[in-house]
């Protein structure tokens, strides 16, 4: 995991955080650092892992299966690149303060692709960062 993840910094790309045997991968926005929805697992079914989400409260009028099909519409690139869906779920966004306020519902699809050596899971990393994640439908 610690060779993994000096690759990856070694590479240029910014950690996160580590869980278990995922390296969670960083992004930037000004001075802020952000969790990308990105992440390269190491061991024995090495893999880069891509979650793409859509809010609720960007397209309120729509049902969950649409916004899944609007965030699936636009996941080409991924697709093209080798990537497959592995899940959808919907997580609900709840206030830190009150836990029974609901704030949104996120709508995410994951995507994943096995990768074969540190160079193939920087590449396929950086692929995804440059992906839209986020979908307004």
């Not at 396929?124 to 960062?129: C, H, L, S, T, W």
Request: with cysteine.
């Amino acid at each position: 995991m610690k060779d993994l993840k000096r690759g990856l910094v070694a590479e240029g790309l910014e950690v996160f955080r580590t869980r278990g045997d995922e390296v969670h991968l960083a992004e930037r926005q000004n001075v802020q650092l952000m969790e990308a929805g990105v992440r390269v697992r190491a061991g024995a079914s090495p893999r880069v892992t891509v979650v793409v989400r859509a809010q609720r409260n960007d397209a309120p009028a729509l049902s969950a299966e649409a916004i899944y099909d609007a965030v699936r519409a636009r996941c080409g690139a991924l697709r093209d690149a080798g990537f497959t869906e592995t899940a959808c779920n919907a997580r609900e966004i709840r206030s830190v303060s009150d836990h029974d306020q609901l704030l949104d519902t996120w709508f995410e699809v994951t995507w994943e692709r096995e990768v074969s050596s540190l160079s193939e899971a920087v590449a396929e990393a950086r692929r995804a960062i440059t992906c839209e994640r986020y979908i307004v439908p």
